[in-house]
């Protein structure tokens, strides 16, 4: 008998591992199959067992498929269908390998570290470029529409080991056209912590919050501590009622006047003293760093990524390896190939899943015993101070 934990059959899918968990779904990492040996990974969305009969949860669940399939932007996580197997409902969608920023911190926090403040400017950057996008996004009649994301926080923004940024989750997102969502005034939606002021106060929510909302993360990552964040929830919500922010080099000297400019702008209480646009905000991070020294790109990010977290990195590839020996039988079970059956996916144009999985080993250097500081030419990007941290492996999925 093999030792390899066997995946379970999903529809078309096989889901590998489960990813993670909220109060709505649980999210995991699968594999798609096509003809002529076509394979890709993915990540499964699908409502949590106890809310499936609920149908208020049915319908955010739905429309956060049909607004977010609408959003074609390199900053925002594709999604590719919206399906029901037996009596789920999935949303399957690009997955991305790499971490989500509240690991990331959680991470570099337990290495004794802090995210460099040009990283964080392009971090930044690259989710304001997505949330433009999204905030201009038009219909297929030419009418804006109109979406807020309404939840823009650590765990729904993802960071690549290829140096790629993706905002995902528009499970609560405010657009032209919602139902019953729009008709429950009162009812607080979104993370207490990441709300703007006017979330709070039954104020008029525009696209405007979510720029506030990405001051608060970016606030946090430039000092490594929660912004707003009180003892119970109410003091949690009177202070961001409150909005009254240091600027983060009070709490990080590394921190330049620049980038204190940048972000307590997105966190003005009044959403008229605030960026009017998303993209206004991404066009002063990116000021900051084209004036801070070298240019930094997607490709530096990932340098970086992989110099940190390369670990994991290589214990993601030996399991997505491991994975490979299953395909998706006629009957809907998972088989296992013999060693002799293995074969590598073929890449077929398809016009959902658009490339082949990723093959290959990685770049070279991972598999040296000292890897590179890809970074040290970029200011406030050296050597890590400690080793990388090893995260503790998940348990396998059964």
Do not use: C
Request: charged share 25%; hydrophobic share 40%; glycine share 10%.
């Amino acid at each position: 008998m093999s030792s390899v934990q066997r995946p379970v059959p999903f529809g078309k899918y096989l889901l590998l591992d489960r990813i993670s968990v909220g109060g709505m779904a649980e999210v995991f990492k699968g594999r798609a199959f096509g003809v002529e040996g076509f394979a890709r990974l993915v990540a499964i969305k699908r409502i949590l067992p106890h809310l499936a009969e609920d149908r208020r949860f049915v319908e955010m669940f739905i429309t956060e498929a049909k607004v977010a399939v609408q959003l074609s932007h390199a900053n925002i996580a594709q999604v590719y269908e919206l399906g029901r197997h037996d009596d789920d409902h999935y949303i399957a969608m690009e997955y991305v390998s790499g971490k989500d920023l509240l690991s990331l911190h959680h991470a570099l926090k337990r290495g004794g570290d802090h995210l460099p403040p040009a990283l964080t400017a392009y971090i930044g950057a690259k989710v304001a470029e997505g949330l433009d996008y999204a905030h201009r996004k038009r219909g297929s009649d030419g009418d804006p529409l109109g979406i807020v994301h309404r939840d823009v926080s650590p765990q729904n923004v993802l960071v690549s080991y290829d140096g790629a940024v993706k905002l995902i989750d528009f499970g609560i997102a405010k657009a032209r056209g919602r139902s019953y969502e729009e008709t429950q005034h009162g009812v607080l939606k979104g993370k207490f912590g990441y709300m703007s002021p006017e979330q709070i106060t039954d104020g008029e929510v525009d696209h405007r919050s979510d720029i506030f909302a990405l001051g608060t993360v970016v606030h946090e990552l430039l000092t490594g501590k929660r912004l707003f964040f009180g003892d119970n929830d109410f003091l949690t919500l009177e202070l961001v009622r409150k909005a009254d922010v240091a600027p983060p080099s009070a709490t990080n000297p590394a921190v330049p006047p620049e980038l204190d400019a940048v972000v307590l702008k997105a966190l003005a209480r009044d959403p008229k003293d605030r960026y009017s646009l998303a993209s206004e905000m991404a066009e002063d991070l990116g000021r900051y760093l084209h004036l801070s020294g070298p240019g930094l790109s997607s490709k530096g990010l990932g340098d970086w990524m992989r110099t940190r977290f390369g670990e994991d990195l290589a214990a993601e590839k030996r399991k997505d390896e491991a994975a490979r020996r299953f395909v998706l039988g006629p009957d809907g079970a998972a088989l296992e190939l013999e060693p002799d059956d293995e074969e590598e996916p073929t890449a077929l144009w398809n016009p959902v899943f658009d490339e082949a999985e990723p093959t290959g080993r990685g770049p070279r250097w991972l598999q040296a015993e000292t890897a590179p500081d890809p970074l040290a030419s970029l200011p406030g990007l050296g050597a890590p101070r400690s080793p990388p941290p090893t995260r503790k492996p998940r348990p396998a999925f059964a």
